[in-house]
């Protein structure tokens, strides 16, 4: 499937940042996703955070795997350098391409089945090794590319599309980061752009590995009654006599305006998602005190959202490899061919 372009359309009213850069300098090609997909809004999420901070689009690279989510690269920044890996293997693209250039900001894009299915690895070693740059998981319970089966995030007695319930347990993303050393955890909603722009900002700002679990419901094969992260609606009527990809238009489910501790949104089904934020008094530097609080409201069935974790003071990989400042792509071939005897030398410390 091909990409439309935007026309380059710029009002004379429109406000820039310090670049001179608009909104829509940031934006990317048409989205050929389903119509409401809450990928879509995670897309306006990163071009709202990216020009917000400035970043030049050109400094950017954009990496991603195989799936519904690994499509959004295409819908941001059109300057930037991108790279399209095979699945589940985006950790491990990135981390070379960082390793080899550490002057660009490296932003992943990956969801459920790329990340916790086939790249489940890949993820936890670039974990590990606290790759710079930010992991946007964009989780919504289901592989939607080949038509909505069941995703190692799905919950326990979770509703498919056909009525089957899930009975595996489901991998969180949030409790194995937190698990395995991340240094910058954090989780929201599609809906919620006012806490998912700032928490992108502070990721991309993160020196080290910063995951974002992002709930992003499928319209198309998780919007009915039964399901946990549901997005759109079921209408009882509707009878499938014959397969077909026509998806209706909605609205976009947003996250109401509250001073409560736990926000309700109400789906299209009439489900509701319950919301807690992170109190006030809450410590995003204790990771104990974190995995603590998201099994917690798990047990109440809810979902954690806000900053949960983050280590400012962790080494990233180029700290562990002690990689020159300069980037390798800019060394002259002197210094990266320094021929045979620096590599027999070498070779004689591991004799």
């Not at 491990?92 to 489940?120: E, F, K, P, W």
């Not at 347990?169 to 006012?194: H, M, Q, Y």
């Not at 071939?333 to 070498?346: D, I, K, Q, T, V």
Request: glycine residues 8%; aromatic residues 6%.
């Amino acid at each position: 499937m091909t990409s439309i372009a935007k026309p380059p359309v710029r009002h004379p009213s429109s406000r820039t940042n310090g670049l001179g850069l608009t909104l829509r300098d940031y934006e990317g090609t048409m989205s050929t996703l389903c119509a409401g997909c809450g990928h879509d809004s995670v897309t306006a999420a990163v071009v709202q955070a990216a020009w917000e901070l400035e970043l030049e689009p050109h400094r950017v690279g954009k990496m991603s795997g195989i799936g519904c989510s690994s499509k959004t690269t295409a819908y941001f920044m059109k300057q930037s350098h991108g790279f399209n890996s095979v699945h589940g293997r985006m950790p491990s693209v990135t981390s070379g391409a960082a390793a080899a250039n550490r002057a660009l900001t490296y932003i992943g894009v990956s969801g459920d089945g790329d990340s916790l299915s086939i790249g489940l690895g890949q993820m936890s070693h670039a974990i590990r090794r606290n790759v710079n740059m930010l992991y946007l998981l964009e989780n919504n319970g289901v592989y939607g590319l080949t038509k909505g089966q069941f995703s190692a995030s799905a919950d326990v007695g979770s509703k498919s599309k056909k009525g089957e319930a899930n009975e595996q347990s489901p991998i969180d993303p949030v409790l194995l980061a937190l698990t395995i050393g991340a240094t910058f955890v954090a989780r929201s909603f599609s809906g919620d752009k006012k806490q998912l722009v700032p928490i992108i900002k502070a990721g991309i700002a993160h020196k080290g590995f910063a995951i974002i679990d992002i709930i992003s419901p499928c319209v198309s094969f998780n919007d009915h009654e039964g399901s946990t992260k549901s997005y759109s609606f079921t209408r009882e009527h509707e009878v499938e006599a014959v397969h077909a990809d026509f998806v209706p238009l909605q609205r976009e489910i947003t996250v109401p305006e509250t001073n409560e501790e736990v926000r309700t949104v109400t789906m299209h089904d009439g489900s509701m998602v319950r919301l807690r934020a992170t109190a006030e008094d809450y410590d995003p530097t204790n990771r104990e005190s974190a995995y603590s609080h998201v099994r917690t409201c798990q047990a109440r069935g809810e979902i954690a959202t806000g900053l949960l974790f983050v280590d400012e003071h962790g080494r990233d990989m180029h700290d562990y490899l002690k990689t020159p400042a300069t980037p390798l792509v800019d060394l002259p071939y002197e210094s990266l061919c320094p021929g045979s005897s620096a590599l027999n030398s070498l070779m004689e410390r591991y004799r």
